[in-house]
């Protein structure tokens, strides 16, 4: 008995699609892609890494949900 093979995709505007796809270091150089197309050509980004911001400790309770995506980014000139 065959089953049809059934396309997935991650939806980027949601936060677990976004951190699936851009927020691991084997995808990094997309995240960079990804955010220099937004950014003026003089602010163009080097490198950058990542930081986390797992909360291992007492969950806290918030009026809503929240999430956090922290990246460090090294921007350069046109010129360089």
Same mark, same amino acid.
């Given at each position: 008995?065959?089953?049809?093979?059934? +396309?997935?995709?991650?939806? &980027? $505007?949601? %936060? @677990?699609?976004?951190?699936?796809?851009?927020?691991? +270091?084997?995808?990094?150089? &997309? $995240?960079? %892609? @990804?955010?220099?197309?937004?950014?003026?050509?003089?602010?163009?980004?080097?490198? &950058?890494?990542?930081?986390?911001?797992?909360?291992?400790?007492?969950?806290?309770?918030?009026?809503?949900?929240?999430?956090?995506?922290?990246?460090?980014?090294?921007?350069?000139?046109?010129?360089?």
């Amino acid at each position: 008995m065959a089953f049809p093979l059934q +396309e997935r995709y991650v939806n &980027l $505007l949601t %936060d @677990f699609g976004f951190k699936r796809v851009f927020g691991s +270091e084997p995808n990094k150089q &997309l $995240l960079v %892609d @990804f955010l220099n197309t937004l950014l003026p050509a003089h602010h163009q980004i080097q490198e &950058l890494s990542y930081k986390s911001t797992e909360n291992l400790g007492k969950p806290i309770l918030i009026a809503r949900p929240s999430s956090t995506f922290t990246v460090r980014a090294q921007m350069g000139s046109a010129s360089s």
